[in-house]
């Protein structure tokens, strides 16, 4: 590929300047002389001037690619590391790149819901989870009991939702993991994870 060197511009310089200062100096030479050596310096000025613009506006141009390049570098690999994989390997590791809110379409609305790793939690059951912890604090509400969560019938998949997003909880470093009949304790004030969680 054929791109701009700044070789040119200096060499265009130096010769403009050797060509100025014999056309200033050479009192010996003819005028003739000395007037196409200065017509000689006009142009190997103007040439430098020219390649030394081409230059600065390629190096420009090409950092600003680069710095674009930067910004999204990490979806383009991303997007070369999933080429390939079937729609539900996608989701599975797309699960593990962090919290993520999905809405699905229903009657009144989008029914909200927090993406875990194995499955999505609804966020109403996320908002009572969250309230039931408050029975519990510092502890997380336990998971054996996420059928309570919520009062009267409970939610159906009530254990399950508990243990997804206990362990989301703990992924992302607001709680330590279970010990004995302990339920996860708490890092981070509840209010805050429960902040963070969209509630």
Known sequence: ?????????????????LCF????????????LRLFL??????????ALVTGL??????VSERIREL????????????????????????????????GVV???????????IRCSTMDVPLGFVADFFEWSKQTHPYLW??????????????????????ELTNSIIANGYASRASGRYAAVLTEPLETVATRYGV
């Open 68 to 99: 674009s390049a930067a910004r999204t570098y990490g979806a383009v690999q991303m997007a070369y590391a999933l080429r390939g994989l079937t729609m539900s390997q996608t989701d599975m590791v797309m699960r593990q790149m962090g919290l």
């Open 1 to 17: 590929m054929d791109f701009p060197r700044l070789r040119e511009p200096l060499l265009s310089i130096i010769l403009a300047g």
């Open 142 to 163: 336990p998971v054996r009991d996420g059928a309570q969560v919520g009062g009267g019938d409970g939610w159906t998949n009530g254990v399950q939702y508990a243990t």
């Open 38 to 47: 200065a017509f000689l310096g006009c142009a190997f000025s103007a040439a």
């Open 103 to 113: 809405g699905i379409p229903g009657d009144g609305g989008p029914a909200w819901m």
């Open 21 to 32: 200062i014999l056309a200033w100096k050479g009192e010996r030479l003819p005028d003739w």
């Open 54 to 59: 081409d230059f600065l506006t390629y190096r």
